[in-house]
């Protein structure tokens, strides 16, 4: 009978975990749970990828920059490069990925150590990716590849890795027609969102069957207009990807930092403390640009000690990273974006148990070594670990202090990639110093940034 009864119960579970239908409006949709991959992958790349990538200059917004800001070095690099008349259209036919690889693109994010990609499917130009049926002849099917490049992608990520697929879409276009008009109608219409925005998220959906998918555009119009909740409580509840997807919070000016299963905030938000919400960073390799810019420069980019002291600052606070790289018109990831991707997966093969699947510690950094130490912790089998990334470089004297770690006479301390434990001792009872262990440079466990890993503290 005990047997029967919990089976019962398991059951009844399951079916009323099954029949909860969330409502169109925020109360509802933000009680949702969060789901459980999301929050464990925690490294995600981002792909801005479209027709600016043709010009390359400046960033995804140089249309915009060039025909309504009138920016004095986008108008004279057109007037210098390009032919009296020449429009923004005229690049798509230049937009041919022609060296675009999708296999390749797949093994590189496996070889990063990243757990999910996001690829920009329509940015606020309004050109589709993919052969969308309310885009006509303003897609890479129609014009430039002639190729569906975001189904190549979605199949190449599930065919070749165990990376969550997901897109971008922009909810605006800086010159759509019908857009405008809802704009100059004081928005009483919504003749783009239903002729427009709306088919191409429903196609996103049952298309490619996204797990990310990351709203952006629609701060301007709040999210009524855009009949944002409509469209959740559909994704939630009847879509083929209802109990795996996750989106962020740019569905409208209400929504921004208060609805979504993830916030963004803002472009390379960083909160500075541990909020409850589950959080995104989204930020940039290049740090003047998400797409590729002809004129990029070594020292724009990132050194791979920057980028991992940005991932443990991140995942420290309780956030997850979208790194992005922003690909050539011809489809090719430039070499030095490449590097850093490989080289932060080098460093996740020695310590990425210190970063997924981890929660936030108490506090995020230690108060005596501030800026140089951030920390994570996660349960183990026998106990829980707290794992303290050092980001500020390998100690001259070979040991730090920590002011935070309250150790016992059983803690355990070791460096990820190093089998031998670490000395450590307490300096007036409040500090506590551990020793690094001397090795050679061949058998250095990681280049760039190393983790400490304490077990048995009293405070873990």
Same mark, same amino acid.
């Given at each position: 009978?005990?047997?029967?009864?919990?089976?019962?119960?398991?059951?009844?579970?399951?079916?009323?975990?099954?029949?909860?239908?969330?409502?169109?409006?925020?109360?509802?949709?933000?009680?949702?749970?969060?789901?459980? $991959?999301?929050?464990?992958?925690? @490294?995600?790349?981002?792909?801005?990828?479209?027709?600016?990538?043709?010009?390359?200059?400046?960033?995804?917004?140089?249309?915009?920059?060039?025909?309504?800001?009138?920016?004095?070095?986008?108008?004279?690099?057109?007037?210098?490069?390009?032919?009296?008349?020449?429009?923004?259209?005229?690049?798509?036919?230049?937009?041919?990925?022609?060296?675009?690889?999708?296999?390749? $693109?797949?093994?590189?994010?496996?070889?990063?150590?990243?757990?999910?990609?996001?690829?920009?499917?329509?940015?606020?130009?309004?050109?589709? !990716?993919?052969?969308?049926?309310?885009?006509?002849? $303003?897609?890479?099917?129609?014009?430039?590849?002639?190729?569906?490049?975001?189904?190549?992608?979605?199949?190449? *990520?599930?065919?070749?890795?165990?990376?969550?697929?997901?897109?971008?879409?922009?909810?605006?276009?800086?010159?759509?027609? !019908?857009?405008?008009?809802?704009?100059?109608?004081?928005?009483?219409?919504? =003749?783009?969102?239903?002729?427009?925005?709306?088919?191409?998220?429903?196609?996103?959906?049952?298309?490619? #069957?996204?797990?990310?998918?990351?709203?952006?555009?629609?701060? &301007?119009?709040?999210?009524?207009? $855009?009949?944002?909740?409509?469209?959740?409580?559909?994704?939630?509840?009847?879509?083929?990807? #209802? =109990?795996?997807?996750?989106?962020? =919070?740019?569905?409208?000016?209400?929504?921004?930092?208060? /609805?979504?299963?993830?916030?963004?905030?803002?472009?390379?938000?960083?909160?500075?403390?541990?909020? &409850?919400?589950?959080?995104?960073?989204?930020?940039?390799?290049?740090?003047?640009?998400?797409? /590729?810019?002809?004129?990029?420069?070594?020292?724009?980019?990132?050194?791979?000690?920057?980028?991992?002291?940005?991932?443990?600052?991140?995942?420290?606070?309780?956030?997850? @990273?979208?790194?992005?790289?922003?690909?050539?018109? =011809?489809?090719?990831?430039?070499?030095?974006?490449?590097?850093?991707?490989? &080289?932060?997966?080098?460093?996740?093969?020695?310590?990425?148990?210190?970063?997924?699947?981890?929660?936030?510690?108490? &506090?995020?950094?230690?108060?005596?070594?501030?800026?140089?130490?951030?920390? %994570? %912790?996660?349960?183990?089998?026998?106990?829980?670990?707290?794992?303290?990334?050092?980001?500020?470089?390998?100690?001259?004297?070979?040991? *730090?202090?920590?002011?935070?770690?309250?150790?016992?006479?059983?803690?355990?301390?070791?460096?990820?990639?190093? #089998?031998?434990?670490?000395?450590?001792?307490?300096?007036?009872?409040?500090?506590?110093?551990?020793?690094?262990?001397?090795?050679? !440079?061949?058998?250095?466990?990681? #280049?760039?940034?190393?983790?400490?890993?304490?077990?048995?503290?009293?405070?873990?």
């Amino acid at each position: 009978m005990k047997v029967t009864a919990i089976i019962y119960v398991i059951l009844l579970h399951i079916v009323v975990v099954s029949t909860v239908r969330y409502q169109p409006n925020w109360e509802s949709l933000d009680t949702r749970p969060l789901p459980k $991959w999301y929050d464990e992958a925690k @490294i995600g790349i981002f792909l801005h990828w479209g027709v600016f990538s043709v010009p390359a200059v400046q960033s995804a917004w140089f249309w915009y920059q060039w025909k309504t800001q009138k920016l004095p070095n986008i108008v004279k690099f057109m007037e210098e490069n390009y032919p009296p008349g020449f429009t923004y259209a005229d690049f798509a036919a230049q937009f041919h990925a022609t060296f675009y690889n999708p296999n390749s $693109w797949a093994d590189l994010f496996q070889a990063s150590g990243a757990k999910y990609v996001v690829l920009v499917t329509k940015h606020h130009e309004g050109f589709t !990716l993919w052969p969308s049926e309310v885009s006509w002849n $303003w897609n890479a099917y129609d014009v430039g590849p002639h190729r569906d490049l975001v189904g190549a992608l979605a199949d190449a *990520i599930r065919n070749r890795t165990d990376i969550h697929f997901g897109v971008y879409h922009s909810l605006f276009e800086f010159y759509n027609p !019908l857009y405008l008009q809802d704009v100059a109608n004081n928005l009483t219409t919504q =003749d783009f969102v239903k002729n427009k925005a709306m088919p191409e998220l429903y196609e996103l959906i049952n298309r490619y #069957k996204p797990e990310v998918l990351w709203s952006d555009g629609g701060w &301007q119009e709040n999210s009524t207009y $855009w009949n944002s909740t409509q469209f959740l409580a559909w994704l939630f509840n009847d879509s083929p990807v #209802k =109990d795996t997807v996750v989106t962020n =919070d740019r569905w409208g000016s209400d929504a921004i930092c208060k /609805h979504g299963s993830f916030w963004n905030c803002q472009d390379k938000y960083k909160p500075g403390k541990i909020i &409850q919400h589950k959080w995104e960073s989204c930020m940039t390799v290049d740090k003047r640009s998400w797409t /590729h810019r002809r004129q990029i420069q070594i020292e724009d980019v990132l050194t791979i000690e920057e980028l991992l002291a940005e991932i443990a600052e991140t995942v420290s606070f309780g956030g997850n @990273i979208l790194i992005n790289v922003g690909p050539t018109a =011809d489809g090719v990831i430039i070499p030095v974006f490449e590097e850093r991707l490989r &080289q932060m997966g080098q460093w996740l093969k020695v310590n990425g148990e210190a970063i997924y699947e981890s929660r936030p510690w108490f &506090q995020a950094t230690d108060n005596i070594t501030l800026h140089g130490v951030w920390y %994570t %912790t996660k349960k183990q089998a026998n106990g829980t670990a707290v794992y303290g990334i050092i980001t500020s470089g390998w100690p001259e004297d070979n040991r *730090i202090l920590l002011g935070l770690p309250v150790p016992t006479a059983t803690t355990k301390v070791t460096m990820l990639g190093v #089998k031998e434990p670490l000395k450590w001792s307490m300096y007036m009872n409040e500090i506590m110093i551990i020793e690094f262990p001397i090795l050679p !440079l061949g058998k250095m466990p990681s #280049k760039y940034a190393w983790v400490i890993k304490m077990e048995n503290l009293k405070n873990q």
